[in-house]
């Protein structure tokens, strides 16, 4: 059973850098795309950043500059370090993982980021 799971959100004042982990299981998914998408309450599901496997990573330009995305193959993980966090940040962050950057297949639970002025 595929399976994808977030850690390391929680309550983070305006300016922080927590790292989101994701650790993947059930396939080795180093030819994958992994990804990061975001929820803010109200609002739909926004992407955030993704990475190859080479490597290779972009992002949404909300983020672009702030959030770095890097992935470890051999441990079936990508994490998303957030930087310089603000407010609008607060969101439930998801983890995603696919063949493409348009097609994703597996998505974790999402952990809350929540960031206080």
């Known amino acids: 059973q595929v399976q994808l799971v977030e850690s390391g959100g929680g309550l983070v004042q305006a300016g922080g850098s927590p790292r989101l982990s994701c650790a993947a299981s059930g396939r080795t998914f180093s030819h994958y795309v992994l990804g990061w998408f975001r929820q803010a309450p109200g609002k739909e599901r926004e992407f955030v950043a993704r990475?190859?496997?080479?490597?290779?990573?972009y992002y949404a330009d909300s983020v672009k500059g702030r959030f770095t995305i890097s992935r470890d193959n051999a441990k079936n993980t990508v994490y998303l370090q957030m930087n310089s966090l603000k407010p609008e940040d607060t969101a439930v962050y998801y983890c995603?993982?696919?063949?493409?950057?348009?097609?994703?297949?597996?998505w974790g639970q999402g952990t809350q980021v929540t960031v206080s002025s």
């Open positions: 995603a993982s696919g063949i493409t950057s348009t097609t994703w297949s597996e």
């Open positions: 990475v190859w496997s080479s490597g290779i990573a």
